[in-house]
C-alpha cells in the first residue's frame, strides 16, 4: 500500500533540482576526476624500457599530474559540499539571462572538425589557414579582405615554428615541395 509520502510530487523533483544547480561545481569535480584516473592509468600501464630508467623516469610527472587532479578534485568536491561557491569576476560581462549563442558554437565545432578531417590531404598550411579564417568568420569578423591574409600569414608562421624550430613535423600536403 502507498501513502502520500511515496508519491513523488513536483516539490520533490524542484528540490532535487535546486540542490543540483546549487552544487553544479560538482561536475567539475567529476570532470577532474574522470581526467585524473585517465592520467594515471595510462601513466600506471606504461611500458618503459629498463635501460631508459633514471632517477627521473617517463612515469613521474604523469603520476604527478593524475595524483594532484585526483587531489584537486576531492578538495573541490568538499568545499562545494560545505557551501563553497564559485565567484564571479567583477569584469565579467556575461549576461547570465541570456540564451547561448550556439550559432556560433556549432560554427566553431564545424570548423575545427572540418580542419581536422582537411589536414591530411590538404596539409597543415592550408587546414590551419582554413581554420583560423573560419573561427574568425565564426567569431564575428567580416573583413574578407584581411582576414584570408591574417589567416594564412598566422598559419605559416605556426607550420614553420613547429616543423623546423621544434621539431614537431606537420603534414605539409601539396605545399610540401614548395615550404
Known amino acids: 500500500m502507498t501513502t502520500q509520502t511515496d508519491i513523488p510530487?513536483?516539490?520533490t523533483g524542484g528540490e532535487r533540482r535546486s540542490w543540483l544547480r546549487e552544487h553544479s561545481e560538482l561536475g567539475v569535480c567529476a570532470l577532474l576526476l574522470a581526467l585524473g584516473v585517465l592520467v594515471l592509468t595510462d601513466a600506471l600501464t606504461m611500458d618503459v624500457d629498463i635501460a631508459q630508467r633514471g632517477p627521473v623516469g617517463p612515469k613521474t610527472v604523469p603520476v604527478v599530474v593524475g595524483t594532484g587532479l585526483l587531489v584537486i578534485a576531492a578538495l573541490l568536491a568538499l568545499d562545494v559540499l560545505r557551501g563553497g561557491r564559485g565567484q564571479a569576476e567583477?569584469?565579467?560581462d556575461?549576461?547570465?539571462s541570456e540564451p547561448a549563442d550556439w550559432r556560433t558554437v556549432l560554427l566553431l565545432a564545424g570548423v575545427?572538425?572540418?580542419?581536422?578531417?582537411?589536414?591530411e590531404p590538404l596539409g597543415f598550411p592550408i587546414a590551419g589557414a582554413l581554420l583560423f579564417w573560419g573561427a574568425?568568420?565564426?567569431l564575428g569578423s567580416r573583413?574578407?579582405?584581411r582576414d584570408p591574409l591574417i589567416a594564412a600569414g598566422l598559419s605559416l608562421v605556426t607550420y614553420t615554428v613547429f616543423n623546423n624550430l621544434l621539431g614537431v613535423p606537420l603534414p605539409g600536403g601539396p605545399l610540401m615541395g614548395v615550404l
Do not use: M, P, S, Y
Request: hydrophobic residues 60%.
Open 9 to 11: 510530487t513536483a516539490e
Open 90 to 92: 567583477g569584469g565579467e
Open 94 to 96: 556575461v549576461d547570465l
Open 112 to 119: 575545427f572538425l572540418g580542419a581536422a578531417v582537411l589536414i
Open 136 to 138: 574568425a568568420f565564426a
Open 143 to 145: 573583413r574578407i579582405d
